[in-house]
């Protein structure tokens, strides 16, 4: 009878287990928060696709009229368009041809509180010819609370910041959820604008940009209001050919320059919305 064979008893060695790692959390990374129109709840993405179509059109549509542009990015974009206007006399011109293409378009000013009586009035006029109420976007604060805030007037200190605070600011969140804003800019008005596309990605305001009067001259606009009765500012009469602010703004003389009254005896020649380099910073 075979013994039964005894395992020989060994040294139980002890499974390595390696000590718990120390899981490090960091804080999460800070995501960049959407700015512009991109905070908006559906925002148009600015795909190379998307470039290709802005360019494509920008090209085609060089040699046509304010109304086929307009009617083209009615077509493309609404009910996601929209329009800001300062109720220049390109901007009431493009009310007069929204009233016919387009009337339902949201359009929009930025109310900065310093705006001239007769600009006001100015939408009133317009809304009881069209039937188009321009909206009036304003800042937190109003002229008193911002003054006392700062001390006093902060266009006579700072109009950048002023600029950003009262305007660049607000057209930030006028334009949140929108896909494309239309201007009334024109090429011939500065070196600034020279350069403006008729259809463009915004890069600052992260939506597309539509201008249907950059080919236009300053006689077309005039020729348009006076063959069309289109209502306009009377300030226009009094040697005001650009009209901002009121603080801001002078009538200009015979030979100078048609913005030349727009911050008068300062380097800033724009508010920030429709220059092309970066937002209007405080400085
Ligand atoms: Fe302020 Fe003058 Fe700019 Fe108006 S134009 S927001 S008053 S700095």
């Known amino acids: 009878m075979s013994r039964p064979i005894r395992l020989k008893k060994?040294?139980?060695?002890?499974?390595?287990?390696d000590p718990p790692q120390l899981r490090i959390l960091h804080p999460p990374e800070e995501t960049p928060q959407p700015e512009g129109a991109l905070a908006g709840d559906t925002p148009l993405e600015p795909t190379a696709e998307l470039m290709d179509e802005l360019a494509y059109h920008s090209r085609r549509l060089e040699g046509a009229t304010p109304e086929e542009i307009l009617e083209w990015a009615t077509q493309r974009f609404a009910p996601k368009l929209?329009?800001?206007?300062?109720?220049?006399?390109?901007?009431?011109?493009?009310?007069?041809?929204?009233?016919?293409?387009?009337?339902?378009?949201?359009?929009?000013?930025?109310?900065?509180?310093?705006?001239?009586?007769?600009?006001?009035e100015l939408r009133d006029r317009l809304a009881a010819r069209y039937g188009m109420q321009v909206d009036l976007r304003r800042p937190e604060t109003t002229v008193e609370q911002y003054e006392a805030a700062n001390g006093g007037p902060?266009?006579?200190?700072?109009?950048?910041?002023?600029?950003?605070?009262?305007?660049?600011?607000?057209?930030?969140q006028a334009i949140r959820g929108w896909h494309a804003w239309m201007s009334a800019i024109r090429r011939d008005q500065s070196p600034d604008r020279a350069e403006a596309p008729i259809v463009g990605w915004d890069d600052k305001f992260q939506l597309v940009k539509i201008n249907p009067l950059v080919n236009c001259t300053k006689a077309d606009i005039w020729k348009m209001i006076t063959d069309n009765d289109i209502p306009y500012n009377p300030l226009h009469d009094q040697g005001?050919?650009?009209i901002g602010c009121s603080p801001c703004t002078r009538a200009v003389?015979?030979?100078e320059d048609e913005r030349a009254g727009r911050w008068s005896g300062s380097e800033k020649t724009e508010c920030g919305l429709h220059s092309l380099d970066s937002p209007t910073t405080p400085s």
């Open 240 to 242: 005001y050919t650009s």
């Open 154 to 172: 902060v266009y006579k200190t700072d109009p950048s910041r002023c600029c950003l605070d009262r305007k660049v600011t607000v057209l930030k």
């Open 10 to 17: 060994t040294k139980t060695m002890a499974t390595k287990v």
């Open 82 to 120: 929209t329009m800001a206007t300062a109720f220049g006399p390109e901007g009431c011109t493009i009310l007069h041809m929204l009233s016919n293409i387009a009337p339902e378009t949201y359009t929009f000013n930025l109310d900065t509180g310093y705006q001239f009586r007769e600009t006001l």
């Open 253 to 255: 003389l015979f030979g």
